[in-house]
């Protein structure tokens, strides 16, 4: 399994978004967090893709969200189940980037969709695309990840 990408998976944004850009009818639920109720609204394609990648071990999904400190909630509304890359933490933008580093420190090749904290240029994407380490995703916040992102995260793991 170590020779298998982790791939690092937002909700907001990435997979609960206003309009999916998958040309079918999006689901809808309601999760709860923080006393509140949360609508979500997603792509039935895209969580299909997500769990079959998963399901055939081409990558090793870990939640890398907020929504960490909530996995009932992710797992009653999505129905599936991935470990998390962290619980509840003071600051989400750190422990998303921590969590990142921790899969490339520890050898893993990475896959990271993240709508605000991947890193699109720089030396820290830099350092991470260096030698086909990791492929990072930040999809636009309204449609969230695309039918060819996930083209791209299939064959990113499977050069593995």
Known sequence: MDDVPVWLLDVDGVINV???AWGEAPFHD???ALGAEWKLRWAPGLLAR???LHREGLAEVRWCSTWCAWPGE???VFKVRFDRAFGEVPDYSVAKLA???AVMEGGR???WTDDVEVPLTGLLF???TLDDRALLIRPDDRRGLTPADL???EAFCRRS
């Open 18 to 20: 206003k309009r999916p």
């Open 30 to 32: 309601r999760a709860y």
């Open 50 to 52: 997500i769990r079959r």
């Open 74 to 76: 992710l797992e009653r």
């Open 99 to 101: 969590a990142a580093l």
């Open 109 to 111: 090749r990475l896959v």
């Open 126 to 128: 830099e350092s991470m």
């Open 151 to 153: 083209d791209a995260i």
